[in-house]
């Protein structure tokens, strides 16, 4: 049965269905509720349901619902309900005219009713502040702003971050006409002793539904690559304007810079000449100062998601880990719901995502993207891999989101795609601009009659002058903001590496289970007399450290390598390498221990462990289980160090098969180490590995030839604390190693 909705008007009353959403049209106090159209103007509010009724207002302080001034957004709506405007009945007269046309009132020029008090709290949608931001990375209660006697505005964080100048402050005094930034939205302080609420509305605010996006504009860019002083240009004095509500394709041959052109507005390539803007505002700032990817959003040619995740796990935790810290469970399964019904892909929420097709994996990385509500979408070959009808819907999905007000530009080597663009940038060989213009007047004016006619045309470059050109040949990484609650962020890593780990089958798990099991039944084979001092406990001690340290590098050498396109994308969105790694080594952690454990209570339970002789504290099961557990931890850091390091899985199997080999060859048992190599074998887990279990056990083969040997509490205690410290260090280099990765280089700038 259609889930229906009664909404009373003053002069109607209306019913709405579920199978289409519903436009909130107004003509002064007379309200038209009426089913959407792709034809229609954008409209200040309207009724959708995905798993309920909600009710989304565009405008803020407009709309009353029930006797209630509505916030942004009202979910959960069911039977009847009453919608007016504010000003009728009970709630008094407006301070300002009701506008006199259905016309959207976008953030530059919004339409609000009530005066700003003293004191003014901003937050999100939804939540209680007195100005509500569409912006999923604020706060409910992000900040606030106090009217100073002077006339300035005193703005302090209440929850979130806020920044002034590209700079993170406590506190900020501004006068009118001056900007801070919360989340995303930019904000710039109204002027006037007493402004109205309206005026505070972000002059830069991330597209939701009716909302203008940014209007991107070029002016005069220049991107020069090369090395050793040789100058490459491959962007030349390219501008153009690129605005919300269409669909702009980027098109031009191999080599034309189409590539290089998203680099640079993403920030991740600086100019040699010109500038980028976003609403007017350079985009060098508003993507230092927030979030890049809740800024500009990048589509790769790859679908890079988790597939083994389903559908709604891989949204749910985009969504998290692009939000505000604040945001709970339900709101932000609300939001995944949503993305995913806009994009089709609502009847896909449960199936994994490798059983997709191309054209649906597609449409979820896109929504991946739009969970952080960015104002500009870029897609590179957003067509590549899909058959005809599925690039054709593609591209009417994004011409979708195009007119629901997200600035959306793809690039193409697809003809056939530019049939649904609505704006065509074509890029000469050379990286200048032959074209700007809708997709129809494109041969014409390059003197052919058809777009494969003006591809060949657009193979021959002009000769620009290109003369005071320089390339520096450094690097300096764009600055990145945090997340205000890494806790938060850390969590939803770990949770979704132990899904990832889940993910895998019970098969994977079982062979993961069998190496402990395996490790405790060839002891068996070593000696009878179990883990003692003897003539076989070397051997034995060998054989443990050795099996522990497979355990971890099993567990780990492949976590970082297969997935760095995908962290590139969550970093722009505020990740940090070191968090994604922390996430890593607790899962790896965490079933290092169960493993560990399973291999020592197996191992006691077919053969005695401790004995005479031994240490008396700790206890034998502990002495023998903290040093494989952490040489078990300790591998696995290098496991996470060689996948941070390695460019392809080959080259990681490569290295760990070069690891394993020495740690066979310099745990101390195989080769009689002497010299320089007894310590600088140290750094290998297994040497301290075997060396703690000797320590402990004691009668090893020359026990006081090695101080690693010796048979003393303090010894075993060195041992493992030099495991744990070997954890450590792999663990924060490999953070390190991983932050530059993801930092691609690439910075060129004009000679004077």
């Given at each position: 049965m259609t889930a229906e909705l009664t909404v009373h008007t003053p002069r109607s009353t209306v019913v709405l269905t579920a199978d289409q959403r519903w436009v909130v049209r107004r003509s002064g106090d007379e309200i038209r509720i009426v089913p959407d159209s792709a034809d229609d103007a954008p409209a200040p509010a309207e009724f959708t349901y995905i798993s309920g009724w909600t009710f989304v207002s565009h405008i803020a302080g407009v709309f009353v619902l029930d006797g209630r001034p509505t916030s942004r957004l009202t979910t959960g709506l069911k039977g009847d309900v009453r919608l007016?405007?504010?000003?009728?009945?009970?709630?008094?007269?407006?301070?300002?005219?009701?506008?006199?046309?259905?016309?959207?009132?976008?953030?530059?020029?919004?339409?609000?009713?009530?005066?700003?008090?003293?004191?003014v709290t901003f937050g999100r949608a939804g939540g209680p502040a007195a100005i509500q931001l569409h912006d999923l990375s604020v706060e409910r209660e992000h900040a606030a702003a106090s009217r100073l006697p002077d006339g300035r505005w005193e703005v302090r964080p209440l929850n979130g971050h806020l920044l002034v100048d590209g700079n993170r402050t406590g506190f900020a005094v501004l006068h009118p006409g001056e900007r801070f930034v919360l989340g995303t939205s930019v904000l710039r302080v109204p002027a006037g002793e007493q402004p109205l609420i309206g005026e505070w509305l972000p002059s830069i605010q991330p597209a939701v539904g009716g909302r203008q996006g940014g209007l991107l504009q070029l002016s005069n860019v220049t991107v020069v690559r090369g090395g050793r002083g040789k100058a490459n240009v491959v962007l030349h004095d390219v501008s153009c304007d690129i605005s919300s509500g269409r669909l702009t394709a980027v098109v031009g041959p191999s080599g034309s810079g189409k590539s290089t052109l998203l680099e640079a507005i993403r920030g991740d390539i600086a100019l040699a000449e010109g500038q980028i803007s976003v609403d007017g505002f350079p985009a060098s700032d508003v993507v230092t100062t927030a979030r890049p990817s809740t800024v500009i959003s990048y589509v790769p040619q790859d679908d890079d998601v988790h597939?083994?995740?389903t559908v709604a796990r891989v949204m749910r935790y985009a969504v998290g880990l692009r939000s505000a810290a604040d945001m709970q469970r339900s709101e932000a399964r609300a939001v995944a719901e949503r993305l995913l019904g806009n994009l089709g892909l609502a009847d896909k929420a449960s199936q994994p995502s490798h059983s997709l097709s191309g054209g649906e994996l597609k449409r979820l990385s896109v929504a991946t993207e739009l969970s952080s509500t960015p104002h500009v979408l870029f897609l590179d070959e957003p067509g590549s891999g899909l058959d005809p009808a599925r690039e054709r819907q593609l591209m009417l999905d994004l011409a979708d989101l195009a007119r629901n007000g997200t600035t959306v530009v793809c690039v193409t080597h697809s003809l056939s795609a530019l049939e649904h663009?609505?704006?065509?940038?074509?890029?000469?060989a050379g990286g200048t601009i032959a074209y700007l213009g809708p997709p129809a007047g494109g041969p014409r004016q390059l003197g052919v009659d058809s777009w494969t006619a003006a591809f060949m045309k657009l193979t021959q470059p002009d000769r620009p002058d290109f003369r005071g050109l320089q390339v520096l040949r450094h690097h300096q990484p764009r600055a990145h903001l945090r997340r205000a609650r890494p806790l938060k962020t850390l969590a939803l890593l770990t949770a979704r590496q132990f899904e990832l780990l889940a993910a895998r089958g019970y098969r994977a798990m079982a062979l993961l289970l069998a190496l402990p099991l395996l490790a405790a039944l060839l002891s068996l084979l070593v000696t009878d007399a179990g883990w003692r001092a003897g003539p076989k406990s070397a051997a034995l001690a060998c054989l443990l450290a050795l099996m522990s340290a497979l355990i971890g590098a099993s567990l780990t050498y492949a976590d970082v390598v297969t997935e760095l396109p995908l962290l590139r994308r969550e970093r722009r969105g505020g990740g940090s390498g070191q968090q994604v790694l922390a996430s890593k080594f607790i899962v790896s952690a965490a079933v290092g221990a169960g493993l560990s454990a399973v291999l020592v209570l197996v191992f006691a339970a077919l053969s005695p462990v401790g004995g005479s002789g031994s240490l008396l504290h700790p206890p034998p099961l502990v002495g023998l289980y903290l040093p494989l557990l952490l040489t078990c931890l300790a591998s696995g850091s290098a496991g996470l160090l060689v996948?941070?390091?390695?460019?392809?899985?080959?080259?990681?199997?490569?290295?760990?098969?070069?690891?394993?080999?020495?740690?066979?060859?310099?745990?101390?048992?195989?080769?009689?180490?002497?010299?320089?190599?007894?310590?600088?074998?140290?750094?290998?887990?297994?040497?301290?590995?075997?060396?703690?279990?000797?320590?402990?056990?004691?009668?090893?083969?020359?026990?006081?030839?090695?101080?690693?040997?010796?048979?003393?509490?303090?010894?075993?205690?060195?041992?493992?604390?030099?495991?744990?410290?070997?954890?450590?260090?792999?663990?924060?280099?490999a953070g390190v190693v991983l932050e530059r990765r993801l930092t691609r280089p690439g910075i060129q700038r004009r000679g004077t």
């Open positions: 007016t405007v504010e000003g009728d009945g009970a709630y008094g007269a407006p301070d300002r005219p009701s506008p006199a046309s259905d016309q959207v009132a976008s953030p530059r020029t919004p339409v609000t009713l009530t005066k700003t008090p003293s004191v597939e083994q995740l663009c609505d704006h065509v940038v074509a890029l000469r996948s941070a390091l390695s460019p392809r899985l080959e080259r990681a199997v490569t290295l760990m098969t070069a690891i394993g080999l020495l740690q066979v060859a310099f745990n101390g048992v195989l080769l009689d180490l002497n010299g320089w190599a007894r310590w600088a074998s140290t750094i290998i887990p297994a040497r301290l590995g075997v060396a703690a279990q000797i320590a402990y056990l004691g009668g090893g083969p020359t026990p006081m030839s090695d101080p690693l040997w010796r048979h003393s509490t303090r010894a075993w205690a060195v041992n493992v604390f030099g495991l744990a410290l070997l954890c450590l260090g792999c663990l924060v280099l």
